[in-house]
């Protein structure tokens, strides 16, 4: 007789995004395992990883190449030694995030923006990460359900755009978001909504039909800034779920960080471009590293930059050249180079 349950053996794996995520792999003997790289553990850095653990989500581990330390998606994630070097310059506020901190969980820098810290939270931790050291844990706009952002917003009639940023603002359930778009839709001075997620790119099981439903109600252009650094952190998986954004009539643009050993080389970039555009996203930004404290092994030199950001302009149509900048503190945009 058949039994009326499926036996285990017989249940398709549950890949809810949520369940993806809490899979995620947090050990790094684990990771090198999985790459055929048990030989390299002694490169792992326990203290970095006591810092700022490590957190990558298996689909993005798939995407690595066996056997390669140097992997340029496996530099993203693994914690080293150099990130102990104390470098004059690398700080734990590199962008004066303090200083343009508005209220809780926001930040306010460029006219016409609020930056909304929706989370602390991210499906994977870069190494390189400029909010390495930021204090999610009191410092998140979701946290009193977005109560004094709203408040802010309500007060403030030049506020035109809301970015949600973070931490990784896709890892709120779309039931918290909407919340929060559901207030702001009362709000006649807000034109535009901006999500700045890495989700669509490491762990695109995230766009599920809820996020499309709750994209496809609201009443503003929506822009989605995704970021990847290099062509192979793009499969079919994160083409389907790029194309469900669009879809949806979103404009998806590419932000890349500028990264030693990852994406500073002229083919790679090119690829970039290509490899995200066939995907249906233009690239947007390429970022000079942000000085954090555990992230100078990433440092291209600007003279670097400007040769390579010049070889990429020369090389490809207009449109697939990111604007090469540096966030300056104090600045009153992003700082082209
Ligand atoms: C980068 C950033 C923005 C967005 O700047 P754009 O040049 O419009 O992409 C807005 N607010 C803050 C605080 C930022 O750091
Ligand atoms: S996804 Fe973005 S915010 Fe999160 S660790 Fe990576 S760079 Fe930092």
């Given at each position: 007789m058949q039994p009326d349950l499926p036996l285990p053996f017989t249940t398709a794996r549950s890949t809810s995004w949520q369940s993806l995520w809490r899979d995620a792999i947090r050990d790094p003997r684990e990771l090198l395992a999985l790459l055929d790289l048990d030989g390299m553990v002694a490169g792992v850095c326990d203290s970095a990883a006591a810092?700022?653990?490590?957190?990558?989500?298996?689909?993005?581990?798939?995407?690595?190449?066996?056997?390669?330390?140097?992997?340029?998606l496996l530099r993203q994630v693994l914690p080293i030694s150099a990130e102990m070097a104390i470098m004059p310059g690398y700080g734990l506020?590199?962008?004066?995030?303090?200083?343009?901190?508005?209220?809780?969980?926001?930040?306010?820098?460029y006219r016409g923006r609020l930056l909304l810290i929706a989370t602390g939270s991210c499906a994977i931790h870069c190494r390189y990460c400029f909010r390495?050291?930021?204090?999610?844990a009191d410092e998140t706009a979701s946290h009193d359900?977005?109560?004094?952002?709203?408040?802010?917003?309500?007060d403030d009639e030049t506020i035109e755009e809301i970015i949600l940023s973070g931490g990784d603002p896709l890892s709120l359930v779309t039931a918290r978001l909407e919340e929060l778009t559901t207030a702001?839709?009362?709000?006649?001075?807000?034109?535009?909504?901006?999500?700045?997620?890495?989700?669509?790119?490491?762990?695109?099981?995230?766009?599920?039909?809820?996020?499309?439903?709750?994209?496809?109600?609201l009443p503003w252009p929506i822009t989605f800034v995704v970021h990847a650094n290099h062509a192979n952190e793009f499969t079919a998986?994160?083409?389907?779920?790029?194309?469900?954004l669009r879809a949806t009539g979103a404009t998806l643009l590419n932000q890349t960080v500028?990264?030693?050993?990852?994406?500073?080389?002229?083919?790679?970039?090119?690829?970039?471009?290509?490899?995200?555009?066939?995907?249906?996203?233009?690239?947007?930004?390429?970022?000079?590293?942000?000085?954090?404290?555990?992230?100078?092994?990433?440092?291209?030199?600007?003279?670097?930059?400007?040769?390579?950001?010049?070889?990429?302009?020369?090389?490809?149509?207009?449109?697939?050249?990111?604007?090469?900048?540096?966030?300056?503190?104090?600045?009153?945009?992003?700082?082209?180079?």
């Open positions: 810092q700022f653990p490590l957190r990558v989500p298996r689909g993005f581990v798939d995407r690595m190449r066996r056997g390669d330390i140097g992997d340029p506020d590199p962008v004066g995030d303090a200083q343009a901190r508005t209220g809780t969980g926001m930040i306010r820098k390495r050291h930021f204090p999610y359900r977005w109560h004094s952002a709203i408040q802010t917003v309500r702001l839709a009362a709000l006649p001075h807000v034109k535009r909504l901006r999500i700045h997620s890495r989700l669509p790119i490491v762990l695109p099981e995230r766009i599920d039909d809820d996020l499309i439903s709750w994209l496809n109600r998986d994160v083409d389907a779920a790029l194309a469900r500028l990264l030693r050993g990852v994406n500073d080389y002229l083919q790679a970039l090119t690829d970039l471009s290509e490899r995200g555009f066939a995907a249906g996203v233009l690239p947007y930004y390429l970022h000079q590293l942000d000085h954090a404290r555990g992230t100078a092994h990433f440092e291209v030199t600007d003279t670097d930059a400007r040769r390579l950001h010049a070889e990429l302009t020369a090389r490809l149509s207009g449109y697939l050249v990111p604007r090469l900048v540096r966030e300056i503190p104090g600045g009153t945009s992003k700082h082209p180079l």
